[in-house]
T-cell receptor, first 112, second 116 residues
Framework: GENVEQHPSTLSVQEGDSAVIKCTYS??????FPWYKQELGKGPQLIID?????GEKKDQRIAVTLNKTAKHFSLHITETQPEDSAVYFC???????????FGKGTRLSVIA | DAGITQSPRHKVTETGTPVTLRCHQT?????MYWYRQDPGHGLRLIHY???????DKGEVSDGYSVSRSKTEDFLLTLESATSSQTSVYFC???????????????FGEGSRLTVL
């Protein structure tokens, strides 16, 4: 089955700097790659996703890039703010097939 | 916010006792999931359901059973709780049809279970 590796496990950045979280996946058939943000005491929430026919997707300060050949995808957060502090999870799936497989998460701390 | 309610939100129990966690949704979504979250392990799938009375095992299903007798309710049961089952449990739902789920999961607020 699919295996998703996520790095780093913790990340601290100064407010205003950029943050990058990287994930690799094992199943070349996977075609959907979402990112979830989990705030303290809450359930994870989808923030952005990308499908395998697209190389990059942006939504305001966040962007995701996908390299199908290398089987890795990344989350980029620019101009970080304290409210970006959370745990971020990447995931991969073959849409319409088995459930999402998540990475182990990255705890992002934005220092004011 | 998606209409997902987990109960109880917090529970402390003793080893060997049975525990049932309930997930209730008002979205009429076909797919429902139970994940557990532990430090260093992220989110791991326990069981999931793709319709009423249709369930399947996930990555960490040992020691857990599930039931789904109605679209809106998905129950997770620990027949005899152990300390290794101390965790935060999340229910999630997703839309889709018989051909498979859509991508997005909507999560509940979590149920924190402590087994002493």
């Amino acid at each position: 089955g699919e295996n998703v590796e996520q790095h780093p496990s913790t990340l601290s950045v100064q407010e205003g700097d950029s943050a990058v979280i990287k994930c690799t996946y094992s199943d070349s058939a996977s075609n959907y790659f979402p990112w979830y943000k989990q705030e303290l005491g809450k359930g994870p929430q989808l923030i952005i996703d990308i499908r395998s026919n697209v190389g990059e997707k942006k939504d305001q300060r966040i962007a995701v890039t996908l390299n199908k050949t290398a089987k890795h995808f990344s989350l980029h957060i620019t101009e970080t703010q304290p409210e970006d502090s959370a745990v971020y999870f990447c995931a991969a799936i073959i849409l319409g097939n088995t459930p999402l497989v998540f990475g182990k998460g990255t705890r992002l701390s934005v220092i004011a | 916010d998606a209409g997902i309610t987990q109960s109880p939100r917090h529970k402390v129990t003793e080893t060997g006792t049975p525990v049932t966690l309930r997930c209730h949704q008002t979205e009429n979504h076909r797919y429902m999931y139970w994940y557990r979250q532990d430090p260093g392990h992220g989110l791991r799938l326990i069981h999931y359901s793709y319709g009423v009375k249709d369930t399947d095992k996930g990555e960490v299903s040992d020691g857990y059973s599930v039931s789904r007798s109605k679209t809106e309710d998905f129950l997770l049961t620990l027949e005899s709780a152990t300390s290794s089952q101390t965790s935060v449990y999340f229910c999630a739902i997703s839309g889709g049809f018989a051909g498979g789920p859509t991508g997005e999961l909507f999560f509940g607020e979590g149920s924190r279970l402590t087994v002493l």
